[in-house]
Every structure is written in structure tokens, then in C-alpha cells.
């Protein structure tokens, strides 16, 4: 089976511009996080969705990031203005309702 | 305001020896705790769980200890074996709004296994 697949694997954009992460979770998992790991803060969650619907967005940290599940086997997460601060490794995991979690290869994103 | 600490960034041991990975939390709702272990470019991969009514799991070299009164858990792993170096994450959940169950993860302590 398919494990959770992140696209792209690695951005690298100039500060100002729109950076848009993808993810396709695992078929039949019905919550999905995002996550991003920094040397600073280790692995934060950012947002999380049960059956699509946003549940819990307090990790995101600005109004320039959003996050949308528009069915279940997408999701994106954007970020618009990037700004170097920004720079880490994104995560996408999902779960079947229950605690443990399988997640992505990540996208690695440096702001420039 | 960090709920699950992991208070060694990194910890080295010989090969055939014992890894011991510490980890404290302080909510107390917490009713399931996990960990996952990281290698470079890769993403975490689940490790090991416990719930908050065992004290100890074991899965072949790898074993995690729950002290609920302590608010504190580790992982031991032995013997050591050089393929173990990784970040390793101690997680905990509880369950959350719309009945959806959330991780929250320590910041990881780095093993290197010395051959």
C-alpha cells in the first residue's frame, strides 16, 4: 500500500512569494496533520483535520499560512508571503483514528 | 509552553550496549504515548507504544517504561546496534475535539551508536 506522499520533495523560493505543499494521505484515513521540524522547535503541529473539516489550526503561526482538505485524499498547505523564517521541513501524516500516525518523506522548504 | 520534553538533545553509547532515551510530559490527560524514530531525508516512523494503564511494552530489543506518577517515560533499547542512530521523538496523545486524537511530540534526542 501507498504510504502518505508529499509533493515537492524540495522547494526553494525567494521571500515574497506563494509556496504551496501538497499532500495525499493514506487511503481510508480519515484525520490528517500537518507538522513542520525545525533544529529550534522540533516537530510542531501546525493544523490537523478529522473527516476533512479543520479541527484544530492554533499551531499555525500567521495569517499567511492556510491550510485546506477539499476531499479526502488531498490537502495543501500554503504559505503567502514566504519569508525566510519559513524555511524547514514540512510534514504531512495521517492516522485512522487512532494515535499512531504514518508520515510523509516531507518537503523540505528554504526561503531565500 | 512545552508539554513533552525530551531534555537530551543527543546521546552517544557503544555498540552492545544499552540506549536509554528519556522523556517527561506534564499534562496529565495524556492517555497514550508513542514513539518514533527519524533518519536523515526520512520521514518519522513509528517505533514503540504504550497506554496509560501499562507501565512497561516490550517488542524485541525495544522497550518503553511508563512512571504515570512521575509523568515520565523512557525507551530502552538493547543491545545497541549502529542501524538504531537516529532522532528518536517521544509523542503523547489525547483525545481532542470531533473525537479526532492529536499528537504532540517532544523536540527528539539524536543517537549515534559507536561501533
Known amino acids: 500500500d501507498a504510504g502518505v506522499i508529499q509533493s515537492p520533495r524540495h522547494e526553494v523560493t525567494e521571500m515574497g512569494q506563494e509556496v504551496t505543499l501538497r499532500c495525499k494521505p493514506i487511503s481510508g484515513h480519515n484525520s490528517l496533520f500537518w507538522y513542520r521540524q525545525t533544529m529550534m522547535r522540533g516537530l510542531e503541529l501546525l493544523i490537523y483535520?478529522?473527516?476533512?473539516?479543520?479541527?484544530?489550526d492554533s499551531g499555525m503561526p500567521e495569517d499567511r499560512f492556510s491550510a485546506k482538505m477539499p476531499n479526502a485524499s488531498f490537502s495543501t498547505l500554503k504559505i503567502q508571503p514566504s519569508e525566510p523564517r519559513d524555511s524547514a521541513v514540512y510534514f504531512c501524516?495521517?492516522?485512522?483514528?487512532?494515535?499512531?500516525?504514518?508520515f510523509g518523506e516531507g518537503s523540505r522548504l528554504t526561503v531565500l | 509552553d512545552q508539554q513533552v520534553k525530551q531534555n537530551s538533545p543527543s546521546l552517544s553509547v557503544q555498540e552492545g550496549r544499552i540506549s536509554i532515551l528519556n522523556c517527561d510530559y506534564t499534562n496529565s490527560m495524556f492517555d497514550y504515548f508513542l514513539w518514533y524514530k527519524k533518519y536523515p531525508a526520512e520521514g518519522p516512523t513509528f517505533l514503540i507504544s504504550i497506554s496509560s494503564i501499562k507501565d512497561k511494552n516490550e517488542d524485541g530489543r525495544f522497550t518503553v517504561f511508563l512512571n504515570k506518577s512521575a509523568k515520565h517515560l523512557s525507551l530502552h533499547i538493547v543491545p545497541s546496534q549502529p542501524g538504531d542512530s537516529a532522532v528518536y521523538f517521544c509523542?503523547?496523545?489525547?483525545?481532542?475535539?470531533?473525537?479526532?486524537?492529536?499528537?504532540?511530540f517532544g523536540s527528539g534526542t539524536q543517537l549515534t551508536v559507536l561501533p
Open positions: 501524516a495521517s492516522s485512522r483514528g487512532v494515535p499512531k500516525l504514518f
Open positions: 483535520f478529522n473527516n476533512n473539516v479543520p479541527i484544530d
Open positions: 509523542a503523547a496523545s489525547v483525545i481532542s475535539s470531533g473525537s479526532a486524537r492529536q499528537l504532540t
